[in-house]
């Protein structure tokens, strides 16, 4: 296998990791520190330390030692110039004097200072850099098995068989590249066993997955697996395992000790040793020191010679002082005596891998035999079993060194020194200390750092490890990519059912609460948008148009007791409103905030029909809900909104227009403003209200979703000899501007009250309790701040919507909508204003462009300010 | 005031309202513990005195 590193071929055998290709190619140095730019060699081998991050594809902090080589990949390195041999930035080392511990806690008092050294430090500091080639695919998906077992070594391996003969789905999840654990490359530690490997890989009620790693335990036992490369169309899939039983069977790691330059590369951990030699073939070295006394130590020691490595000596980790050598390791100075050597193996304290059990609801404890912490008190259908239960051989205490070129946070440089000066400074708390300091949070985790730096602690406090206790473990962990969590990009869309007639009709879409509306139709001729709306506006003032309003929220409520919810749900009152009457709603939230609006039709004795605005549909439908649960009140709510197809046709001529199709009579006599009928248009039954958002002759119609497109076609063909034109967002926007219409969540926000607004006429404080009447009561009898005018620019230029009102050069109000008004010749909008102002012809400026441009306030509608219109 | 805008927001044991959003949208009540979030008890309104 061939792959790139630094643009330069590098050859690979098949199943390497990047980081084992790199190591047999020769490289030592992998990466450079965070903040000494100290050089980083392999250390674990395990994908838990930090020190093989790379940059993979463009895919930054990508670990190397589990990542296995793929044909032509292009890797690089992180945080180092010019090269990981030679980075100028490791002179930093040399003064860590002036970079104590807390140290920008103690040097940026002043945020001036920050602002003015952030650029240097975001370059200086850190891990890669943010990917900004295109976004790679990630998928989701869901699982649902009988026992999670999280982790694949022999005690995960035994769950799982044992689960699988009971009888359950059972999912393995392991990081690995196959089954087995330490297993795979620990010969001390027993044979591989193939027969249940490949018995499990042969049942089917067992599913692997392997290579995927669980970055967290949630509630519902819910757990985070990351499958990377799930196939090629995706970089990585997001699995969502909710499984009945859970088996934690993570296993164990090892962990650094603290001896001066213990950071240096050469210095390997003992299974990190056994990785490469056995997962991959690779010799790690040609003299090797072993720094361990234990029976781990004699096995990893046999390891080597059988590899024909020359183990120089074999001493014990208090004997140790440091490592020597400039960029690698050269040799190792002990308390008794020099020795030369090229790699220095650690058999360091095994940890129980528990973070996930202590996520998953469990404490972890200490305990002094395995001088560990492992898990107890797990939920009963969560346990933790084999080497991450506390099955493992008991760790001796490891020495500590005070020495500040002994480091126990690898990720962000922390050296035992750090950290003494820490709680000599005060921070004598594991957690406050974990805080101050930065170990344990790097992306290591924790893994690496949480049981040296423990240990330090309680040295330090003179307490016990069980007294220091152990810092929070939290998700997730290892990290996740933020694109997987995020997931696929669907978007979903919601189409009215005339979708296709605006398409031939060259509609410009936009995305309007998950739906799709024509904003304005451009026409065969391709016209610009302002020159449609104009030509839009012009027909409906003039002549007939006609737009889809299919997007309102539609809700039927039936029953003898439906007038009774709507009193207690919208302001108005509706259990007087006659039979064939439509009338305005305004639902506020119990503090007399507008939520809400549309109408309320009274179709029959037992029958309403709301209208809502697109937006709050499925809130005013839930809260209509809420009222009703648990009152035994004759009511039905029924959401009718993906039912009916609904268009307005309006203008002077829509009359005309609907007469040729409607069997009901029209005229202003028989059909009023405000009047509602069910009729036949056409062949189609619909439900007709004469109600004029756009502020001329119209007929809002609703009819079943099927019928919709048949509808608005025979209408077109109807309204044609009076140049009916389809109508956009845009001119229906421009048109209810000119009435004054207030868009509930365009023109109020989250503390306008309906009197401020102009809407408390829609407000009936004397009748029976309602939602928002006690803070109501409360809004109408104090002083306004505030009241939404209309007013009109005197100077060319629309504002944009948000502009600021300026009154003697302090800003004084906001501008919420506004448009080029083809009546008025000028721009006119909505806008809050202070109560001083709101008053007929008051002198207001609006910022437009950068300069305040005059305008007056005007209460009134700006076309038809008596509404003779709607009501022709 | 007092109604509107303060909750007593117990740690403990408290009857809550709950909606099934994206499921068959029934109200619900539930008895839950907001320190442990054990569910004691759930059940429709008006189910219980």
């Not at chain 1, 009620?205 to 490369?229: D, R």
């Not at chain 1, 609460?513 to 506006?537: A, T």
């Not at chain 1, 404080?765 to 803070?775: P, Y």
């Amino acid at each position: 296998v061939e792959f790139f590193f630094q643009d330069k071929s590098t050859q690979a055998k098949a199943g390497d990791s990047i980081a084992a290709a790199l190591y047999r190619s020769g490289r030592r140095i992998f990466s450079r520190s965070f903040k000494y730019h100290r050089p980083r060699g392999l250390l674990c081998v395990s994908g838990n330390c930090p020190n093989c991050m790379m940059n993979v594809d463009g895919v930054p902090n990508v670990r190397t030692c589990i990542t296995p080589v793929r044909e032509g990949i292009q890797v690089k390195s992180q945080n180092a110039f010019p090269s990981l041999e030679t980075d100028f930035l490791s002179a930093t080392q040399h003064f860590d004097r002036l970079m104590p511990v807390g140290w920008y806690y103690k040097t940026f008092t002043h945020p001036a200072l920050w602002h003015a050294a952030e650029p240097i430090i975001r370059k200086a500091a850190g891990l890669g850099d943010v990917p900004t080639n295109k976004p790679a695919a990630y998928e989701h998906s869901w699982m649902y098995p009988d026992t999670a077992v999280i982790g694949g070594g022999w005690a995960g391996i035994h769950a799982a068989l044992e689960a699988a003969e009971r009888g359950d789905q059972v999912v393995i999840i392991d990081d690995q590249q196959a089954l087995g654990g330490q297993l795979r490359y620990r010969k001390g530690a027993g044979e591989l066993p193939a027969n249940a490997i490949s018995k499990l890989q042969n049942t089917r009620n067992v599913k692997i997955l392997q290579g995927s790693s669980c970055f967290g335990i949630y509630e519902g036992n819910l757990i985070g697996v990351l499958q990377p490369g799930p196939n090629p169309q995706a970089a990585e899939r997001l699995i969502h395992v909710r499984a009945r039983r859970t088996v934690i069977a993570t296993g164990a790691y090892e962990t650094p000790i603290l001896f001066q330059n213990n950071d240096l590369p050469g210095v390997m951990l003992s299974t990190g040793v056994q990785r490469l030699l056995r997962l991959y073939g690779v010799i790690p070295g040609r003299r090797a020191v072993v720094v361990g006394t234990s029976s781990l130590a004699e096995e990893v020691s046999a390891d080597l010679r059988a590899a024909g490595v020359e183990v120089v000596a074999n001493i014990d980790p208090a004997e140790i002082i440091a490592a020597t050598g400039k960029g690698k390791v050269g040799g190792v100075r002990a308390s008794t005596g020099k020795f030369s050597c090229d790699l220095i193996v650690v058999c360091g304290p095994r940890v129980p891998n528990a973070g996930l059990a202590a996520q998953a609801g469990g404490r972890l404890e200490w305990n002094n035999e395995g001088a560990a912490f492992l898990p107890v008190g797990l939920p009963p259908n969560i346990a933790a079993v084999g080497d991450a239960a506390g099955e493992i051989p008991p760790n001796s205490v490891s020495p500590l060194s005070t020495d500040k070129r002994a480091f126990v946070c690898l990720c962000s440089d922390v050296s035992c020194k750090d950290l003494c000066d820490g709680i000599a400074e005060g921070f004598d708390q594991i957690e406050t200390l974990k805080r101050y300091t930065t170990a344990t949070m790097g992306p290591c985790q924790g893994r690496m750092c949480q049981l040296p730096a423990i240990q330090v602690c309680a040295h330090e406090t003179g307490r016990s490890a069980s007294e220091t206790g152990v810092t929070t473990s939290r998700p997730p962990n290892p990290s996740v990519s933020l694109g997987a969590l995020a997931g696929p990009r669907h978007h979903p869309v919601r189409r009215t059912p005339m979708h296709c007639a605006h398409e031939d009709h060259k509609c410009v879409w936009m995305d309007m609460g998950g739906w799709k509306r024509p904003r304005y139709y451009k026409g065969h001729d391709g016209v610009s948008e302002s020159e449609s709306v104009i030509l839009e506006h012009r027909s409906v003032r003039e002549g007939v148009g006609i737009i889809d309003v299919s997007t309102l929220g539609k809700i039927e409520i039936r029953g003898r007791n439906a007038g009774d919810l709507l009193d207690a749900v919208y302001t108005h009152r509706f259990s007087d409103l006659r039979v064939n009457r439509v009338r305005y709603a305004l639902m506020c939230d119990e503090g007399g905030i507008v939520l809400d609006d549309g109408t309320i039709s009274h179709l029959a004795e037992d029958r309403y029909f709301v209208t809502t605005t697109s937006g709050n549909l499925d809130f005013v439908h839930q809260s209509l809900q809420w009222h009703l649960v648990g009152t035994n009140k004759d009511v039905h709510i029924c959401n009718v909104t993906a039912g009916y197809g609904s268009m307005n046709l309006a203008g002077p001529r829509s009359r005309d227009a609907l007469r040729k199709l409607a069997d009901c009579d029209l005229t202003s006599k028989e059909f009023p403003y405000m009047e509602c009928r069910e009729a036949k248009v056409g062949n189609v039954t619909a439900i007709l209200l004469r109600i004029g958002f756009v502020g001329e002759t119209g007929w809002e119609i609703h009819c079943p979703a099927e019928s919709a497109e048949e509808l608005w076609h025979s209408l077109l063909e109807a309204g044609k000899e009076f140049g009916i034109r389809p109508f956009g967002v845009e001119a229906q926007r421009l048109l209810r501007l000119e009435k004054r219409h207030v868009i509930v969540g365009v023109d109020t926000d989250a503390l306008t009250n309906p009197y401020e607004a102009g809407l408390g006429w829609a407000v009936k404080l004397d009748k029976q309790d309602f939602v928002g009447k006690r803070l109501l009561s409360h809004a109408k009898e104090s002083r306004e701040r505030e009241r939404l005018v209309g007013f009109i620019l005197k100077e060319s230029g629309v504002p944009p919507d948000g502009a600021a009102i300026v009154i003697d050069g302090k800003p004084a109000g906001r501008v919420t909508s506004s448009r080029y008004s083809p009546i008025q010749k000028a721009a006119i909008g909505l806008a809050w204003v202070r109560v001083s102002q709101a008053h007929e012809g008051a002198s207001i400026q609006v910022r437009l462009d950068g300069k305040l441009a005059p305008a007056s306030v005007t209460m009134q509608p700006f076309y038809d300010p008596e509404g003779l219109r709607l009501r022709q | 005031m007092d109604y509107r805008f303060n909750r007593a927001n117990i740690a403990g044991v408290q009857t809550e309202w709950w909606f099934h959003r994206s499921g068959c949208g029934q109200w619900i009540q539930a008895v839950r513990n907001t320190v442990s979030n054990e569910v004691l008890e759930s059940f429709f309104p008006g189910e219980r005195a």
